[in-house]
């Protein structure tokens, strides 16, 4: 008997796959046979995993279900109709995971990933954590007190959850093929803020969550006077970062960091006043946060003789915003290419003409079409890559093939930007291929 991951190849599944790995127990997957980066994490540990067939349900089986997957897929229907089976949701997992420890759940529209790396860098020089991040990356040590698990809102998933401890990075309006509009996303949050049960961090310089009820007590972070938490004397470049920490008026701590970018430094106050909070020394957070090594696709560098390489998650124009923003802070002076793939047709047509002009802060903008398997969500979805092709000047549309490969480094040098959900880094494989070998 096996705990078995339908869509073991998804983030959070795989990072999931890899603690109950951990945990010892015996595990096995399913997915489609493309190679995606979160499977990296799978074959480090030899879980074995295959491509989708209902054979692979086995009796007694404790079933997985990622959250992609609806009851008519042949593993799920297998599952559910197999009555020595017990089917679980990805989240409801996670749920019911959650009870064994100290649980802290990192929500947010954006920074949940990085945010949820630098908390479990930083405490487990505290106590033994495990954690669950969206980049497919998950640990359970074996003496773990601490539990820190990327949250995510998307259908409100994270409802599933009652964490000891929250931090709330921001809320801005995404995920528009569910959410009827912003006030029902910031009413997902509420719920989400009265199921915590011991004490929250919240992004203070938010204006949703600022209005937002807490039953528990909660303290707040910004760059902005009147948080508990604030970021003085800040200060970015090709140096990295430097910023002072002060709590309710009183200087706690300098910190000097590689990485640039304004929601990394907010990401790191947030954390700080998270641990600070949970009663560890200022030394001891700034140590924890230098030793943060990155996750995977998360502003992810790779300097390529005189061409600079950068691959992100991003796929909000917020993110993309910033990320074009950090690119240009780290290696000033240097021309920057923005790439692009978008996800989510729904998501392309709510916010066209902001995805424009976030990408257009670049010098030079490409753009790969929509993946093959995407479907528009309904009938009113018409938006088409070539719409915002029209609305960004001067822009290329590019395949993830050796063509635009070849056409990409035509554009060296440069720091090239690589952003979206889904395999965009595999260009930026093709391209750092074509640029060493030069």
Excluded: W
Excluded at 174 to 198: N, R, S, T
Excluded at 323 to 336: C, E, L
Excluded at 354 to 382: G, H, Q, W, Y
Aim: hydrophobic letters at 40%; aromatic letters at 12%.
């Amino acid at each position: 008997m096996a705990t078995h991951f339908i869509g073991i190849k998804g983030t959070g599944m795989a990072a999931l796959a890899c603690i109950l790995h951990d945990q010892n127990v015996e595990v096995t997957g399913s997915d489609i046979p493309k190679y995606i980066f979160t499977q990296d994490g799978l074959v480090e540990r030899n879980i074995p995993f295959t491509t989708f067939d209902a054979k692979n349900i086995k009796d007694g089986d404790t079933v997985i279900v990622g959250l992609a997957f609806d009851k008519n897929h042949p593993e799920v229907k297998a599952a559910y109709e197999n009555e020595t089976c017990q089917v679980y949701r990805y989240n409801e997992y996670l749920g019911k995971l959650l009870e064994d420890y100290t649980s802290i759940c990192v929500a947010g529209t954006h920074g949940k990933s990085t945010t949820t790396g630098l908390i479990s860098n930083v405490l487990k020089l505290q106590n033994q954590t495990a954690y669950l991040i969206g980049d497919g990356h998950g640990a359970m040590p074996e003496e773990a007190k601490n539990f820190v698990l990327e949250s995510c809102e998307f259908k409100r998933h994270f409802l599933a959850y009652h964490p000891d401890y929250a931090i709330i990075t921001n809320v801005e309006l995404d995920h528009i093929d569910y959410y009827k509009d912003m006030d029902d996303y910031v009413l997902a949050f509420q719920q989400f803020a009265h199921q915590i049960k011991k004490g929250a961090v919240i992004f203070g310089d938010d204006p949703h969550l600022k209005t937002l009820d807490y039953k528990v007590p909660f303290v707040t972070y910004g760059m902005e006077d009147g948080n508990d938490y604030q970021a003085k004397n800040r200060e970015q470049g090709d140096f990295g970062m430097k910023f002072d920490v002060f709590y309710k008026g009183k200087f706690l701590s300098h910190v000097e960091l590689p990485e640039v970018g304004d929601p990394f430094m907010q990401d790191a106050l947030g954390t700080f006043a998270f641990a600070h909070m949970m009663g560890m020394d200022p030394k001891d957070i700034v140590y924890g946060l230098q030793g943060y090594k990155g996750i995977a696709r998360r502003f992810v560098i790779e300097e390529v003789k005189d061409s600079v390489l950068i691959d992100d998650y991003a796929h909000h124009p917020t993110a993309i915003r910033y990320m074009i923003d950090s690119a240009r802070k780290k290696y000033p002076g240097k021309k920057v290419v923005a790439l692009y793939k978008p996800d989510r047709y729904s998501r392309l047509q709510a916010f066209l003409k902001d995805f424009a002009s976030a990408m257009n802060t670049a010098d030079k903008v490409c753009l790969c079409d929509f993946p093959k398997n995407a479907v528009r969500e309904d009938e009113t979805i018409t938006v088409t890559i070539q719409d915002l092709m029209d609305l960004c000047p001067g822009a290329s549309l590019l395949d993830i093939d050796d063509a635009s490969a070849e056409y990409l480094n035509t554009l060296t040098p440069a720091v090239f930007v690589f952003m979206s959900s889904k395999d965009i880094y595999l260009l930026k494989d093709k391209l750092k291929k074509l640029i060493e070998e030069a």
